[in-house]
T-cell receptor
Framework: GQSLEQPSEVTAVEGAIVQINCTYQTSGFYGLSWYQQHDGGAPTFLSY????GLEETGRFSSFLSRSDSYGYLLLQELQMKDSASYFCAVRDLRNAGNMLTFGGGTRLMVKP | DAGVIQSPRHEVTEMGQEVTLRCKPISGHDYLFWYRQTMMRGLELLIY????????DSGMPEDRFSAKMPNASFSTLKIQPSEPRDSAVYFC???????????????FGSGTRLTVV
């Protein structure tokens, strides 16, 4: 089966850099996604990595190492509005890769 | 596009009553997913459809839950009879599918917060 591990909570200060790690176990890995969810809101797509390396989108970057079954989301120049839960999710061979399995989420608290 | 539309946003019902949640996916998206989110269990996939056909319902908790997709623009998730442990936020999401999307992102609806008392 699939399993994903990510820290339950991370706290950082405004302007800082924070890294949220995700390790996974799955069969037939396709790619790793990251989603952001504010309290009371819906998950929104942030990034997707299918190949090893770093993908940068503005202040957010996502990294994948397929050999280590590991990825991370890097948030730079933290802002108060970045306080939210962040979920990693894997696509794998189940159902030809059309399904996502989500991790338990990391609650990020940004303090002034 | 208006995004994925779910209704109602909030539902409070008494134990034993039937509950129907509704979802309109993004036009052109071939895949529709129903997720349930709770503090204890996180985001759980209940069922998903491809081109209106249910593909995987292994996440549906029990026979009290059923889902339909009569056409490409509408899906329902029904709970009958409802129980307090069904209280959760239910999300619908849609996706264009593996072959179409460059990033394979799901678009989630705003969710239905269900409270069964």
């Amino acid at each position: 089966g699939q399993s994903l591990e990510q820290p339950s909570e991370v706290t950082a200060v405004e302007g800082a850099i924070v890294q949220i790690n995700c390790t996974y176990q799955t069969s037939g890995f396709y790619g790793l996604s990251w989603y952001q969810q504010h309290d009371g809101g819906a998950p929104t797509f942030l990034s997707y990595n299918a190949l090893d390396g770093l993908e940068e989108t503005g202040r957010f970057s996502s990294f994948l190492s397929r050999s280590d079954s590991y990825g991370y989301l890097l948030l730079q120049e933290l802002q108060m509005k970045d306080s939210a839960s962040y979920f990693c999710a894997v696509r794998d061979l189940r159902n030809a890769g059309n399904m996502l399995t989500f991790g338990g989420g990391t609650r990020l608290m940004v303090k002034p | 596009d208006a995004g994925v539309i779910q209704s109602p946003r909030h539902e409070v019902t008494e134990m034993g009553q039937e509950v129907t949640l509704r979802c309109k996916p993004i036009s052109g998206h071939d895949y529709l997913f129903w997720y349930r989110q709770t503090m204890m269990r996180g985001l759980e996939l209940l069922i998903y459809f491809n081109n209106n056909v249910p593909i995987d319902d292994s996440g549906m908790p029990e026979d009290r839950f059923s889902a339909k997709m009569p056409n490409a623009s509408f899906s329902t998730l029904k709970i009958q009879p409802s129980e307090p442990r069904d209280s959760a936020v239910y999300f619908c999401a849609s996706s264009p599918g593996v072959g179409a999307a460059p990033n394979y992102g799901y678009t989630f609806g705003s969710g239905t917060r269900l409270t069964v008392v």
